[in-house]
């Protein structure tokens, strides 16, 4: 079963706005982390934030976590058309080593 | 370095017919793993393998099985391909740091077609 759920599914904004996107967990963790797929591509690993980390920053991007409502957010600011791409949270369960679950994903599309 | 790679990029099958996927990394990343992800959804955790030796089951096992005889390498084997395995395959590595506070770093995919 999926740990973490993407909120939205789909996000469609102009270039040069923010996306922000959601996730929410069911379980303790040891950190979530969040990774960008281009269309028909592997993965790509953009930030991990730690259970004990509230906020996080790299480059325009911001991730917060809030460990009490087992949620986070995935901030992207002024977007760019490059960033059109589907971006999926994923938790690394407390006791579990190291077996990442993925969120369902959400695809955003940043317009030109 | 050439990162994870995967062979093949495209695969179509016949129901019951065995093939193997290959994956190698070259960072000397202990961990490895793979994935399936189907249509609309995030990827599920199929097999892992924390070092030469050594693999598990993930939350999707059933149908595949996997090798780690060294620490490069760890091909997926179907052993009688189903329809219900048309996906995309992911493989991927990570160093194994406390916590599992790593990232991991994906193949390209292999896109499976089971007919």
Known sequence: SQQGEEDPQALSIQEGENATMNCSYKTSINNLQWYRQNSGRGLVHLILIRSNEREKHSGRLRVTLDTSKKSSSLLITASRAADTASYFCATVPSGSARQLTFGSGTQLTVLP | ?115
């Open chain 2, 1 to 115: 370095n050439a990162g994870v790679t995967q062979t093949p990029k495209f695969q179509v099958l016949k129901t019951g017919q065995s093939m193997t996927l290959q994956c190698a990394q070259d960072m000397n990343h202990e961990y490895m793993s793979w994935y399936r992800q189907d249509p609309g959804m995030g990827l599920r955790l199929i097999h892992y393998s924390v070092g030469a030796g050594i693999t598990d089951q993930g939350e999707v096992p059933n149908g595949y099985n996997v090798s780690r005889s060294t620490t490069e390498d760890f091909p997926l084997r179907l052993l009688s391909a189903a329809p219900s395995q048309t996906s995309v395959y992911f493989c991927a590595s990570s160093y194994m740091r406390s916590g599992g506070n790593n990232e991991q770093f994906f193949g390209p995919g292999t896109r499976l077609t089971v007919l």
